[in-house]
Nanobody
Framework: QVHVVESGGGLVQAGGSLRLSCAAS????????MGWHRQAPGKERELVAR???????EYADSVRGRCTISGDNAKNTVYLQLNNLKPEDTAVYYC????????????WGQGTQVTVSA
């Protein structure tokens, strides 16, 4: 089992910045991907950014250039720096941890609310 804990959400004005953190603990020996997804009201959950195999970065088109994902492999922690936030970035942000120890298994955090006011 992997336990996922997020922090760092909040209310920010358009154009502002936020930094989200996610830490994975427990059986992380097969850790493959750590990343962030988000879900806005009435919409499906979507990928924001992720790190694969500790170094391969992937970003959604909607946040590329405004978002930086980074990680600390030794701490099994990933960070999401969001800049120039827009009201359409308002959503619950979920950290996702994917392991490959016994096939692909996804673990999710409880989510953290990001609200961007116009």
């Amino acid at each position: 089992q992997v336990h996922v804990v997020e922090s760092g959400g909040g209310l920010v004005q358009a154009g502002g910045s936020l930094r989200l953190s996610c830490a994975a603990s427990g059986d992380t020996s097969g850790l493959y991907i750590m990343g962030w997804h988000r879900q806005a009201p009435g919409k499906e959950r979507e990928l924001v950014a992720r790190i694969r195999s500790g170094s391969e970065l992937e970003y959604a088109d909607s946040v590329r250039g405004r978002c930086t994902i980074s990680g600390d492999n030794a701490k099994n922690t990933v960070y999401l720096q969001l800049n120039n936030l827009k009201p359409e970035d308002t959503a619950v942000y979920y950290c996702n941890v994917r392991t490959i120890k016994r096939g692909l298994t996804d673990y999710w955090g409880q989510g953290t609310q990001v609200t961007v006011s116009a």
